[in-house]
Structure formats: structure tokens, C-alpha cells
């Protein structure tokens, strides 16, 4: 049975490494790519333990969106993320390159993308999906700034994945929108679900997922539905855990 990570928020990560990740440099600019403005930042320090800092610029779409990243444990999972799978992969020779994936699903303007392709890209290619073409248009802008070769593909979930085929990922982040839409309205499915089900998404997710053998998803999970999130995902046969920094909270 393959792994599967699901994860909600990483504070204690913070007491294990001994500090946050930083965003510095907040402007507010004008994107021709995008309608109306961005919120953008120059400038990520994730206080990798075994990794050197990277230069990254980013822009995000929407005044929520930054405040999202600057407020709220967004950096604490990338951090995370890149941490695990760069200790997975330190048995490789730094010489040596890999043809692995990591899927950014749903990954709207980019940013995670762009994170694991600056700290990952010597061993693994990155997808970034969304079905949102606006997003995207950002997403290939803030792989375009900071010189990345990151596939960006426009779809509904795992579209976008079978229209390439395998190798499937060896490793997703999926953090789907779970505020429920009311039954019956057409709701934005980047901030609510549809339905009024605020497991939608899960359900579908475990359903579709194409995974490589031994790989692991780390899904972003609010903590009221925890609980029916990981019930759903062991009926679909699917293996969880916390990760490690979790298992105190």
C-alpha cells in the first residue's frame, strides 16, 4: 500500500528547527498577466537546516492569498515538505540527476512549485496543475522570474497527469479549498467546495490519485474534518500518518 501523509499545520516544526521561515520585501505591483493586482515578495528564508538559502521572488494573485502566506503555517509545510524529501533523496551523489516528479496539485500561482524546484529541481521535475487559467498565467510567470523549468498544465485534478501518463508523482501536495459551498451554487473551487461537502475534494482525491510505488501525498487538512479525512482515506486503502512533527499536538 502506498504512503499517505496527511498534514494540517507544522508549528511544531518551529520548536524543532528553532525558528520561522521569513518573507521580506512586501510590495504591491501591477501584473499585465494577471487582472487587477498582486501581492508579491522578494525574498524566502525557510532556515533550512540542510539545505542553503535560495534567492526566490514570487507573486501571489489575491490580498487573501499573501495574507495566507505571511500569517499562516504555509512556509512552515514547504519547509517541511522540501526537509523530508531532501533527506530521502541525500543517499543520491550530488552529481548524479533523477527523473522523479513532485505534483503541486491545485498549486494556483505557483509559489510551492517554485519552492521545490529551487531546493529539489537537481533530482525531481515539477508539475504545478490547476484548473484556474489565471492562476497558471501566474504560476508560469513566477517560474519565468526566477528562472525555473517548472510544467504547468491547466485541468480538473489529475487530468492534466494522464494526459502526460506515467511515471505518475512520487510525491503530491494537495491542499484543496474545504469551506463548503451552498447546495446548489456554482461555487469558485479554489476557496470553496461544492456541494456544501467539505470533503468533496478528499473523496476524489483518493479515488483518482495516481502515485508512484512508495510514494507519499501530503495533504493540507483543517482540523474539524481531520478526523473524517483520514477515515476516508484508510476505506480507499490508503496507509496515513502525522508527520513526526504532529505527533505532539
Same mark, same amino acid.
Given at each position: 500500500?502506498?504512503?499517505?501523509?496527511?498534514?494540517?499545520?507544522?508549528?511544531?516544526?518551529?520548536?524543532?528547527?528553532?525558528?520561522?521561515?521569513?518573507?521580506?520585501?512586501?510590495?504591491?505591483?501591477?501584473?499585465?498577466? $494577471?487582472?487587477?493586482?498582486?501581492?508579491?515578495?522578494?525574498?524566502?528564508?525557510?532556515?533550512?537546516?540542510?539545505?542553503?538559502?535560495?534567492?526566490?521572488?514570487?507573486?501571489?494573485?489575491?490580498?487573501?492569498?499573501?495574507?495566507?502566506?505571511?500569517?499562516?503555517?504555509?512556509?512552515?509545510?514547504?519547509?517541511?515538505?522540501?526537509?523530508?524529501?531532501?533527506? *530521502?533523496?541525500?543517499?543520491?551523489?550530488?552529481?548524479? $540527476?533523477?527523473?522523479?516528479?513532485?505534483?503541486?496539485?491545485?498549486?494556483?500561482?505557483?509559489?510551492?512549485?517554485?519552492?521545490? *524546484?529551487?531546493?529539489? @529541481?537537481?533530482?525531481? *521535475?515539477?508539475?504545478? $496543475?490547476?484548473?484556474?487559467?489565471?492562476?497558471?498565467?501566474?504560476?508560469?510567470?513566477?517560474? *519565468?522570474?526566477? @528562472?525555473?523549468?517548472?510544467?504547468?498544465?491547466?485541468?480538473?485534478? #489529475?487530468?492534466?497527469?494522464?494526459?502526460? @501518463?506515467?511515471?505518475?508523482?512520487?510525491?503530491?501536495?494537495?491542499?484543496?479549498?474545504?469551506?463548503?459551498?451552498?447546495?446548489?451554487?456554482?461555487?469558485?473551487?479554489?476557496?470553496?467546495?461544492?456541494?456544501?461537502?467539505?470533503?468533496?475534494?478528499?473523496?476524489? #482525491?483518493?479515488?483518482?490519485?495516481?502515485?508512484?510505488?512508495?510514494?507519499?501525498?501530503?495533504?493540507?487538512?483543517?482540523?474539524?474534518?481531520?478526523?473524517?479525512?483520514?477515515?476516508?482515506?484508510?476505506?480507499?486503502?490508503?496507509?496515513?500518518?502525522?508527520?513526526?512533527?504532529?505527533?505532539?499536538?
Amino acid at each position: 500500500v502506498t504512503d499517505f501523509v496527511v498534514s494540517r499545520a507544522v508549528g511544531p516544526w518551529n520548536r524543532l528547527v528553532g525558528c520561522s521561515p521569513c518573507l521580506k520585501r512586501f510590495t504591491l505591483c501591477k501584473n499585465g498577466s $494577471t487582472s487587477g493586482q498582486s501581492m508579491s515578495f522578494d525574498g524566502l528564508d525557510l532556515h533550512l537546516q540542510d539545505l542553503s538559502q535560495r534567492h526566490v521572488s514570487l507573486k501571489v494573485d489575491t490580498q487573501e492569498a499573501f495574507n495566507w502566506m505571511q500569517n499562516t503555517c504555509y512556509l512552515d509545510w514547504a519547509r517541511y515538505m522540501i526537509t523530508v524529501i531532501s533527506r *530521502k533523496t541525500s543517499s543520491v551523489s550530488k552529481n548524479e $540527476t533523477s527523473s522523479g516528479l513532485i505534483l503541486d496539485l491545485g498549486g494556483g500561482s505557483g509559489w510551492m512549485s517554485v519552492l521545490f *524546484k529551487t531546493y529539489l @529541481g537537481q533530482h525531481f *521535475k515539477v508539475l504545478c $496543475t490547476d484548473i484556474c487559467f489565471k492562476a497558471l498565467q501566474l504560476a508560469r510567470s513566477n517560474a *519565468k522570474i526566477n @528562472g525555473l523549468q517548472i510544467e504547468v498544465e491547466q485541468g480538473d485534478l #489529475f487530468s492534466p497527469l494522464r494526459r502526460q @501518463g506515467a511515471p505518475w508523482p512520487n510525491y503530491i501536495y494537495f491542499y484543496p479549498a474545504q469551506c463548503p459551498a451552498r447546495t446548489g451554487e456554482s461555487p469558485d473551487v479554489s476557496v470553496l467546495s461544492p456541494g456544501g461537502d467539505s470533503l468533496f475534494f478528499f473523496r476524489r #482525491f483518493c479515488q483518482e490519485a495516481d502515485l508512484a510505488h512508495d510514494g507519499v501525498a501530503w495533504l493540507g487538512v483543517d482540523w474539524d474534518i481531520l478526523q473524517d479525512v483520514i477515515g476516508i482515506c484508510c476505506r480507499a486503502g490508503w496507509s496515513v500518518e502525522l508527520p513526526e512533527p504532529l505527533r505532539d499536538v
